[in-house]
């Protein structure tokens, strides 16, 4: 927690914590990739409420909303844990509400972390508080927003939900004006357990595919620069995660052509003398050798009809779905 208050040193929710009457609500917000996150717990009544904030340790990625979520969650989790420990709380409950049914899932009973779960570190820190705290825990989704709505069935809960995301707002203000930069450092988390990193940024989703990727991008990386597709230099300038996620975007038969094209197995003339099915690797349409770079290149007057045509369609399609200028113009000088 960067900043949390109480004028009676929490006494007054640390009762209502064992009588099962106190509430906490926490909201997020996230600017680039500047997260803050704000929380409040309370009693019967607003009196001597325990308020705070906290900027959301790193790496925050540009739209990850959840783990802004999670910190003020993981905020109100261990803030309690501490008032339980000094007030001598053995035993209560307290009712914790957010706008993100996803950030509350970790305070379901049956709920167990696992590595493909988003945010793992924060999920994973999060749940270990609540199995470590000494009171029961009732998760409430309210709708965000809801002073500018009709009210749900939560109306006090939502009202403090406006509230928090007020607090948050200003918070983030505050610090988008001051900081030097706004990517979010790596802080340690309490109860995150074993933390995996990649160079100098953490993993916070170890799953299977991530693991792989980390492991053998490398490798294959380093094949294509060997087998010459494209010189060493040119491996750090390419988005290897634009990549990643627009292929499954393709068609089935798409990925299928442009592997093979990329590694020159397809059928191509020096291809198929490789593989003795014929003697020689001329283009049929100009004579040239033809491997998979010649297709692209090949000055036929065939060839160059098939091109035009395909350019033709690009620049269509460019200007239909509003591109921006500047990337039309890379796009379609870089491809002549």
């Known amino acids: 927690m960067q900043h949390a208050k109480s004028n009676d040193h929490g006494d007054t929710v640390a009762q209502a914590i064992a009588q099962g009457?106190?509430?906490?609500?926490?909201?997020?917000?996230?600017?680039?990739?500047?997260?803050?996150?704000?929380?409040?717990?309370?009693g019967a009544t607003s009196n001597h409420h325990v308020i705070g904030y906290n900027r959301v340790p790193?790496?925050?990625?540009?739209?990850?909303?959840?783990?802004c979520k999670l910190s003020g969650l993981y905020a109100i989790a261990n803030m309690v844990n501490c008032l339980c420990r000094?007030?001598?709380?053995?035993?209560?409950?307290?009712?914790i509400a957010c706008d993100n049914t996803s950030a509350l899932k970790p305070k379901a009973v049956d709920f167990l972390p696992h590595p493909r779960q988003k945010n793992l570190d924060l999920i994973q820190a999060l749940w270990r508080s609540i199995q470590e705290s000494p009171v029961t825990?009732?998760?409430?989704?309210?709708?965000?927003?809801?002073?500018?709505?009709?009210?749900?069935?939560?109306?006090?809960?939502?009202?403090?939900?406006?509230?928090?995301?007020?607090?948050?707002?200003q918070?983030?203000?505050?610090?988008?004006?001051?900081?030097?930069?706004?990517?979010?450092?790596?802080?340690?988390?309490?109860?995150?357990?074993?933390?995996?990193?990649?160079?100098?940024?953490?993993?916070t989703s170890p799953s299977r595919p991530t693991l792989y990727g980390l492991i053998m991008d490398p490798v294959t990386q380093i094949g294509w620069v060997?087998?010459?597709?494209?010189?060493?230099?040119?491996?750090?300038?390419?988005?290897w995660k634009a990549c990643s996620e627009g292929m499954p975007a393709l068609k089935p038969s798409h990925p299928r052509w442009i592997t093979k094209h990329a590694s020159a197995y397809c059928d191509v003339g020096t291809t198929l003398v490789?593989?003795?099915?014929?003697?020689?690797?001329?283009?049929?349409?100009?004579?040239?050798?033809?491997?998979?770079?010649?297709?692209?290149?090949?000055?036929?007057?065939?060839?160059?009809?098939?091109?035009?045509?395909?350019?033709?369609?690009?620049?269509?399609?460019?200007?239909?779905?509003?591109?921006?200028?500047?990337?039309q113009r890379a796009l379609l000088e870089n491809l002549s």
């Open 21 to 42: 009457m106190a509430v906490a609500v926490s909201d997020g917000s996230l600017r680039y990739t500047l997260g803050t996150s704000a929380f409040l717990i309370e």
């Open 58 to 67: 790193g790496p925050v990625e540009e739209g990850d909303s959840h783990r």
């Open 86 to 95: 000094l007030h001598a709380v053995t035993s209560g409950s307290i009712t």
């Open 137 to 169: 825990w009732k998760p409430v989704h309210v709708y965000g927003h809801q002073g500018r709505k009709v009210k749900d069935s939560h109306r006090c809960l939502a009202s403090l939900n406006c509230q928090m995301d007020a607090l948050v707002k």
């Open 171 to 203: 918070c983030s203000a505050f610090l988008f004006k001051r900081l030097p930069s706004l990517a979010s450092p790596h802080l340690p988390i309490h109860n995150e357990g074993w933390t995996l990193w990649g160079g100098p940024s953490k993993i």
């Open 226 to 239: 060997r087998h010459k597709r494209f010189p060493l230099e040119a491996k750090e300038t390419i988005d």
């Open 274 to 327: 490789k593989w003795m099915h014929q003697d020689d690797d001329k283009c049929p349409r100009c004579n040239a050798s033809e491997d998979t770079a010649h297709v692209l290149r090949c000055q036929a007057e065939g060839a160059n009809e098939v091109w035009s045509e395909s350019m033709a369609k690009l620049t269509t399609y460019l200007v239909e779905s509003r591109t921006h200028p500047d990337l």
